[in-house]
């Protein structure tokens, strides 16, 4: 195509040349000039005659040369709508300039046929596959490449791209492109071997690799993806060997053999070990601000000795380790870390590593390390700002922040701050590199800013909740986590259905007149008909405040101190359920409570917390001297733990997938005359009571597992002393979506005497977690391992659970 516009400029320019023309004044070099006197157009359908002379750019009455021809053939061909253009004019006056063109097809789709393995809309968005423009052939071509590319690295290494054009279907003057794809058979890899390798056997190197070999189970299929099998090349191979300090390792060659008739492959990679490297020396130099001694403990291949100090070469042959080149690069980014956590932002640490030839004597080649330390001068905060923030006050994050004008730059107290203002639950979760930024000043100095990014936190709710101890009701809500912009929470909620009426209301302010002290006040209706128990209906009203202090300025640890009255009273009973001598326990009464509680949390990652801990005790002191009726004192201890394993993805700024591991312990007692039924500890399922998946509601009891068709009093499901206990693997996809494996333990017991943390029921299973604005919800799927039938003989089995309201 090219060579052919080429040619017709040429010609051109002779034609200008053979006709009458008017030469330049005053040039050495003759360039000749030609007036357009009229413009004619042919073979332009979709085009009118007017638009191709438009875009062509040649106006009667100008005067235009060689070059002017050539950039109006190169417009008319920048607009991709057409397959060949010529420009010719007459030989005499009047120049009449004839624009001959030949459109594109227009086409109207773009067809995959074949195409199973890889997505379509990623090919077309790649290359611009558009229906409704002209044909454009090299995007075709891009398209066939990218194809082929993208099966590879799928594992279809002999897949096939052929293009061919049909016309449209719908019967207008266009045409489909189709390509038509043969994947082939996926590739599996029966042997993957290596030659050239003495120092490490083929399967220990293939223990490096990403590619692996075919294996029985379905997790091993032996694909290949080309991307991964370069990266073993390129990366993994050479940084296995230089972890026992062959630096010097290349990969030679490999080779790939498919049997086109079984789709079995094998790879043979031809390797040049080259001589192991021995540590000779270890040094550093430049540091001030740490000692040596500090900062070698980072190299866990320098040994006592290799820093300093005279030893005969005898003695350092036996105690120098291999070369690990990766942990050498690894213990010089932590290094570098270090001092960037103790303000010096502009340190530079240079790790120098000197090849040290055979001597008489030595079998192995040596290697001289050297770390050279520029630490420059600690960076200084002058400034922090905030921005992004439209509802929510300066003053609600700024009390979050341990990063503080006049303080060194520390950067494991921003990651800190980061991480306290995504648990305040006010804002979306932000890449990194857009939530802080910061600029370095003149004189050594940095300014701070925060960015952040508002989110819906006030919701009014409405619809339908559903508990297995009461049966669906209808709500209406509202709940404010951030009320006023101040991080004051409002809640108000009724919920009303047959079995279910209740009103809340309540408020915290968690800063009293601006202080560190908190204050929580509520009152509560509620009337309660239980369908899963034989407990009749139960009415309470009342009301609660609650005064908080932070622990010696702890800004994770509170003291809380509060009171509550309701007043209980249970109707309609079955008296058939209710075990003989028991009669008392839910009787009409009022409970008069003093609450004590403890509370440390400094979980991170809002409400599917990815790192931290919170551990709480209470204590609960109804009756006696407070009045009402009962005498017990109730203490509850909750344990949760966190802590993060890894991510997927958000390595190019964008938000990653993050896995954590999860622990919680759970516990509670009572001690004394305790008359209220509702006052005791139900354990199993996810609704009632204590959580423990695998389980029906309140099945787990004092006598074990019993199930709910069991012929035994509801009253004789509950205890005064239980004991919980969750581990998990969790899957943090999003903010607001969570996914699990986890194993419960749990079990109630009569009294607090019969307590015994190490008889507990076990069940394990799968879990996804939501965030609504209905609130929280979940759905579990547990296998019970404890579980009985009404007979008592072992019965374990798999048990669905609709979560409301829970998160873990």
């Not at 060194?408 to 921003?414: E, F, M, R, T």
């Not at 015994?756 to 929280?776: H, I, K, M, Y």
Request: hydrophobic share 40%; charged share 20%.
């Amino acid at each position: 195509m090219k060579s052919g516009r080429f040619l017709r400029v040429g010609v051109t320019l002779a034609t200008l040349m053979a006709a009458r023309v008017i030469p330049l004044w005053g040039q050495e070099q003759t360039l000749y000039q030609v007036r357009v006197d009229s413009v004619a157009v042919s073979g332009a359908f979709r085009f009118s005659d007017e638009g191709v002379r438009r875009i062509a750019g040649l106006r009667e009455g100008e005067v235009v040369n060689g070059p002017d021809v050539q950039a109006a053939i190169q417009r008319l061909f920048a607009t991709g709508e057409f397959e060949d253009v010529s420009i010719r004019v007459t030989a005499r006056e009047p120049n009449i300039f004839y624009i001959d063109v030949s459109e594109r097809p227009l086409v109207g789709d773009f067809v995959f046929d074949g195409l199973d393995h890889v997505s379509e809309s990623t090919i077309r968005d790649s290359v611009g596959l558009v229906g409704g423009t002209a044909l454009d052939p090299a995007r075709v071509a891009q398209a066939t490449v990218l194809t082929r590319q993208l099966l590879a690295n799928a594992g279809f290494p002999q897949a096939t791209v052929d293009t061919s054009m049909v016309a449209d279907p719908s019967g207008l003057d266009q045409v489909n492109v189709v390509f038509e794809v043969n994947e082939g058979p996926r590739l599996a890899l029966a042997r993957v071997e290596f030659t050239g390798n003495r120092a490490f056997t083929d399967s220990q190197i293939r223990g490096a690799m990403n590619t692996s070999e075919e294996g029985f189970f379905w997790f091993k299929p032996g694909e290949l993806h080309r991307d991964e099998y370069r990266r073993d090349l390129a990366e993994r191979i050479p940084e296995f060997y230089a972890r026992y300090g062959y630096i010097d390792m290349e990969v030679l060659g490999d080779t790939i053999v498919v049997d086109t008739l079984t789709g079995k492959g094998r790879i043979e990679i031809s390797v040049n070990e080259g001589p192991q490297y021995l540590i000779r020396s270890f040094e550093i130099e430049g540091n001030r601000r740490f000692p040596s001694s500090q900062l070698a403990e980072y190299f866990p291949d320098v040994v006592e000795g290799l820093l300093g100090g005279a030893r005969s070469q005898e003695a350092l042959d036996e105690i120098r380790p291999p070369f690990d080149r990766s942990a050498f690069d690894e213990a010089s980014q932590k290094i570098a870390d270090l001092y960037r956590d103790a303000g010096y932002l502009s340190v530079n640490i240079a790790p120098e590593v000197r090849r040290h030839p055979v001597e008489e004597g030595e079998a192995n080649p040596t290697v001289e390390t050297r770390l050279l330390v520029q630490e420059g001068q600690p960076a200084y905060i002058r400034t922090v700002s905030i921005v992004g923030n439209d509802y929510t006050h300066d003053a609600v994050i700024r009390k979050v922040l341990l990063t503080l004008p006049g303080d060194v730059y520390s950067q494991q107290l921003l990651v800190q701050s980061i991480r306290n203002l995504q648990s305040l639950g006010f804002f979306e979760t932000l890449p990194p590199d857009e939530a802080i930024q910061i600029k370095p000043r003149d004189d050594g100095d940095i300014d701070l800013v925060y960015r952040v990014k508002e989110k819906q936190t006030g919701n009014v709710n409405f619809g339908i909740s559903a508990a297995a101890a009461t049966g669906l009701a209808g709500f209406i809500g509202y709940d404010q986590p951030n009320l006023f912009g101040q991080a004051k929470v409002g809640h108000f909620r009724w919920l009303f259905g047959r079995r279910s009426q209740d009103i809340e209301v309540s408020y915290t302010d968690p800063e009293i007149f601006g202080s560190r002290n908190s204050l929580s006040v509520g009152v509560q209706s509620a009337r309660d008909q239980f369908q899963t128990f034989s407990l009749g209906t139960r009415r309470q009203t009342g009301g609660f405040f609650e005064f908080g202090v932070p622990i010696f300025r702890l800004r994770s640890t509170r003291f809380y101190a509060g009171y509550s009255l309701f007043n209980d009273e249970v109707s309609d009973l079955d008296t058939f359920g209710i075990p003989e001598g028991q009669e008392d326990l839910i009787t009409q009464g009022t409970r008069s409570t003093i609450s004590l509680r403890l509370v440390r949390d400094n979980r991170a990652g809002g409400l599917f917390p990815v790192s931290g801990s919170r551990n709480s005790i209470s204590a609960r002191f109804t009756g006696g001297i407070l009045g009402g009726d009962g005498n017990y004192n109730r203490w509850d201890l909750t344990s949760e733990w966190f802590a993060p394993v890894g991510q997927i993805g958000g390595s190019g700024g964008g938000v990653p997938i993050e896995l954590v591991l999860g622990l919680a312990f759970r516990g509670g007692l009572v001690f004394g005359d305790n008359p209220f039924f509702v006052e005791r500890y139900y354990v199993g399922g996810t609704q009632v009571g204590q959580q423990v998946r695998g389980y029906e509601e309140a099945t787990i009891t004092p006598q074990g597992h019993v199930p709910r068709s069991a012929p035994i009093s509801s009253l004789d499901r509950v205890g005064e002393a239980y004991f919980t206990t969750t581990a998990q693997f969790g899957v943090k996809l999003t903010d607001n979506i969570f996914g699990s494996a986890f194993v419960d333990g749990g079990n109630v017991w009569k009294n607090a005497g019969e307590f015994n943390p190490t008889d507990l029921l076990l069940g394990a299973g799968l879990g996804v977690s939501l965030v609504t604005p209905f609130g929280p919800i979940g759905i579990d799927y547990a296998y019970g391992f404890d579980r009985r039938d009404v007979l008592g003989r072992a019965d374990p089995g798999w048990q669905l659970h609709f979560r409301f309201g829970r998160l873990f």
